[in-house]
């Protein structure tokens, strides 16, 4: 009867429907992994400190004489995050401290050779604090700016507030990166390793005259499964050693196997029904 199409049509659609999405997660597996692998500077990332804590003198340079290995340099060269203000408005941003390999190589618009100190790559959208969003074209040769408390301590755990000082820093959009091509955070924006840290040591203010500097150091490798091998390589050797990225690929393809044998159920069932 009438009924018991609409049904059989509703229950088909539904069936069919989850078909499709099974279908999307198995074939958008290997494509995610694959993408993150070629192109998050993560996948290429070694954080790396001695089975000692202590760096003895050469052994970085040492280590970057190994074959494969890009760049060392410390953690605190790494990421420095803040708010900025544009022409438009705020941005919770996230500043990488790009060098060499690191840089995007799909540079839209813009500065193409190596940045300077305080020059800047942003996204092709950028999102401002209210949710809104911009091309980051349109802002090419605008000056962004943030602002930095740089704390003065009299002792390990304790700021004497009133010699605070406050800077203002500014940056130069010189390039827009393509974000759809790239696997970054919203709003991760592009240095140089060098602006990192005056920014770091602006943020820390006298901090390290109190405590010790961060050990941990960074490795930058030429592509992901040497980074892997070299982890191991490390470990093997005494070293402290994460790696940036990490797939656990039999987990992985487990669920694209699984996915894509329900997909092959559900078309196979919708057709008898």
Request: aromatic residues 12%; proline residues 3%; contains cysteine.
């Amino acid at each position: 009867n009438k009924w018991t199409t609409v049904l059989t049509i509703l229950l088909l659609a539904v069936l069919l429907t989850g078909a499709f999405i099974c279908f999307s997660i198995s074939s958008s597996i290997p494509q995610s992994i694959e993408k993150q692998i070629t192109t998050s500077p993560n996948a290429r990332m070694l954080w790396i400190i001695p089975e000692r804590l202590t760096w003895e003198e050469h052994e970085l340079e040492q280590l970057m004489q190994r074959e494969h290995i890009e760049l060392a340099f410390s953690q605190d060269e790494l990421y420095w995050g803040n708010w900025i203000t544009t022409d438009t408005g705020q941005v919770s941003a996230d500043f990488f401290g790009a060098a060499g390999p690191m840089l995007p190589e799909e540079i839209l618009l813009g500065k193409k050779e190596e940045l300077q100190d305080y020059e800047i790559l942003i996204p092709s959208k950028l999102t401002f604090e209210d949710g809104s969003k911009q091309k980051g074209t349109d802002l090419i040769g605008q000056t962004f700016s943030a602002s930095i408390n740089s704390p003065t301590y009299i002792d390990a755990d304790t700021i004497d507030p009133s010699k605070t000082t406050q800077h203002k820093i500014e940056f130069t959009v010189v390039g827009v990166y393509d974000e759809t091509a790239r696997v970054y955070s919203e709003n991760q924006l592009f240095t140089t390793t060098e602006t990192i840290k005056q920014l770091q040591q602006l943020s820390r203010g006298n901090w390290y005259d109190y405590n010790a500097p961060n050990e941990t150091r960074i490795l930058f490798t030429d592509d992901y499964a040497r980074t892997l091998a070299l982890e191991s390589q490390l470990k093997a050797e005494g070293y402290i050693v994460d790696a940036g990225l990490f797939f656990d690929y039999a987990l992985l393809y487990s669920m694209q196997y699984l996915t894509a044998a329900l997909c092959l159920v559900v078309v196979v069932f919708s057709c008898v029904l």
